[in-house]
């Protein structure tokens, strides 16, 4: 399980109250952006947006303290948007109101086919994101007629100290599925891990992470119908069979 820190602990207890066997081994790590002086001041300016739009959990974790700080009550005429449902979750245990989040496809595309996102002449829009990133949303809205601010708040990092532990397990064939739910974790753990982790089937939440999985030589890969936890689990079990005769036959 590569999903960081509490989330990907999450996920294991999931698996293991369903009768599996789980090992976190997190495929990144955050350092914070906050403090930067361009992130101040993008945070300042939250209030004369129409739409903020926070595209991962990670991202209301880094970002939500600084702006309830600048920000204790937004003007009535902003609204909220969530990629996903853990970033739509993430924002209510923090006390907002989601306005907007894809209903399935919890992605950059999904939010984008949302009728209220399709005209959008005039609007002002802040991505709460991190640094780098696919980049889909900052380059679609403006198309659309928005103003966009990007705001990163904080840097992926590759946790290798972390990962460690893994190396053992996937050298006794101990692991038989990997579960990599975004792009830069699928990198990460073919950076450190390489050709080994390639022999493993995947089970990712989207066709681009798949696509992403079969140009860096991985093999098999499972798709489930998105990020969430339940998903994962429904895409493990769909599959069960399969890993065990994979199993026997190593």
Known sequence: ???????????????????????????????????????????????????????????????????????????????????????EKALQDAGYTVSAVPVVRWSSEGLLQLPIFQQLVGKRIAIIQGEGGLGLLAQALPSRGATVTVVACYRRLLPERLME??????????????????????????????????ALPLIVPSERIKQLALDLGFQIIWVARNASHSAVLDALIKNRDVLCQMKVTH
């Open 1 to 87: 399980m590569t999903r960081p820190s509490l989330v990907g602990e999450e996920l294991c207890q999931l698996i293991r109250r369903h009768g599996g066997l789980a090992t976190h081994c997190p495929a990144m790590a955050f350092e914070s952006l906050i403090q930067n002086r361009v992130v101040q001041e993008h945070i300042k300016a939250l209030g004369g947006q129409d739409w903020i739009i926070f595209n991962s959990p990670q991202a209301v974790f880094q970002s939500i303290s600084a702006i309830r700080a600048m920000w204790p009550h937004f003007p009535k005429t902003l609204q909220i948007a969530a990629i996903g449902r853990g970033t």
């Open 165 to 198: 532990p893994c190396h053992a397990l996937l050298n006794a064939h101990q692991i038989d599925v990997a579960v990599l739910t975004s792009g830069e974790g699928v990198r990460n753990m073919k950076q450190v891990f390489g050709q080994i982790i390639q």
